[in-house]
């Protein structure tokens, strides 16, 4: 799949609720285990997995002041 194809995808899936998400994922994941070790089954590299979770919105939830719950104090300094 080309770089296009996958922004593509990813402007869609960004623009879908959660739940709605997690059913395209889940028909993938099927998907892949239909397909079994199949050649024509091509991986995407890291980068490109970086650029689709970026495009989706997928660690938005970070920027939420609720997720803060660690200090400077917590734990040891290493």
């Given at each position: 799949?080309?770089?296009?194809?996958?922004?593509?995808?990813?402007?869609?899936?960004?623009?879908?609720?959660?739940?709605?998400v997690k059913v395209?994922?889940?028909?993938?994941?099927?998907?892949?285990?239909?397909?079994?070790?199949?050649?024509?089954?091509?991986?995407?590299?890291?980068?490109?997995?970086?650029?689709?979770?970026?495009?989706?919105?997928?660690?938005?939830?970070?920027?939420?002041?609720?997720?803060?719950?660690?200090?400077?104090?917590?734990?040891?300094?290493?």
């Open positions: 799949m080309t770089m296009k194809g996958i922004e593509k995808i990813a402007e869609k899936l960004k623009n879908l609720p959660p739940d709605k395209i994922i889940e028909f993938i994941d099927f998907i892949e285990q239909k397909m079994g070790n199949s050649s024509s089954h091509v991986e995407i590299d890291d980068a490109e997995m970086l650029i689709v979770a970026e495009k989706t919105g997928s660690f938005d939830f970070l920027t939420d002041s609720s997720e803060d719950i660690y200090t400077l104090e917590d734990g040891e300094p290493l």
